[in-house]
């Protein structure tokens, strides 16, 4: 009995001491399949998953602002086999939801930064505004009768058009839509006045003259619209708002498995199809360690809830 004893110790210490990944991972996206989120998630995947040598499975977990998704991954065991890939809006729910079946900055920790993919202001061709300067102008001549699109409240589509307001001192209503294509028909028809879009979705209708460019949200130029200035350059102060897709892994991982996870995203996102692919989707490194990605995460979090308290923006 001794020796059995000692040879199934054995046994699961040999299991135990198997070094990470020794299966398969998958990666909880809290959005549809074909979001930008999504996207990304699927481009680094197909990179990082020879590089750790496992299979990687994306699986979608839409609904409620991304909060089912996260609430899975941070009730998950902190083994580095589940991990989750959110938009910037993670840093958002924690002022806009009541009651999240997960907290915030304890039970989920941020790995590195995927892409910054920035908004780009634009309005149709046919309301005859060329310029920030104009449209500020126009609000301010008839307040309340201007509206802007978004993907949802609290979204970064809609947070990035209240820091505009707010910095320019107008008023404007917000209409939310489902998705981005929804708010995009609306916009070109005119039925809309303007929309923070991500720069991946608008780019064909730039192009294509639908569509009118004032301004890009982010605190730096596009390097997919360099000639557009930022809503800051533009003369709106404290206008600028982020949205970014980050990876992330239940808090308690390991600190040996995010290093070596962070290390192997880190040399994914440098593989030059990785670049050409995100270069496509306009999205945009951002060259942050765990360490710096969590102390942005948590500044974030308390600029969002000074945003949504200086919108009025209703808690869910």
Known sequence: MVTCAIALCAAQSAVWAQPWPSKPIRIIVPFTPGSGTDIIARTVSERLSPQLGQPIVIENRPGAGGTIGAAVVAKSEPDGYTLFVH????????????????????????????????NVLVMAPSKGIRSVKELVAAAKRKPGSLNSASVGIGSATHLNAERFRLGAGIETVNIPFKGSPEALTEIVTGRVDFYFCPVNAVLPLLKDGKLVALA????????????????????????????????????????????????????????????????????????????????????EIAANAALVKAAGIKLE
């Open 87 to 118: 938009s910037s809006s993670y840093t958002v729910t924690p002022s806009t939801y009541r009651d999240l079946p997960y907290d915030t900055l304890r039970d989920l920790t941020g790995v590195i930064p995927l892409a910054l993919l920035p």
């Open 216 to 299: 890009v949200g982010s605190t730096k130029r596009s390097l997919a619209l360099p000639e557009l200035p930022t809503t800051l350059e533009a003369g709106v102060p404290n206008s600028d708002y982020n949205f970014w897709v980050g990876m992330f892994a239940p808090a308690k991982t390991p600190r040996d498995v995010v290093s070596r996870l962070y290390q192997e995203t880190a040399k994914a996102l440098r593989a030059a199809d990785v670049r050409e692919k995100m270069a496509r989707l306009g999205a945009e490194p951002m060259d942050y360690s765990p360490e710096q990605f969590n102390a942005y995460i948590r500044a």
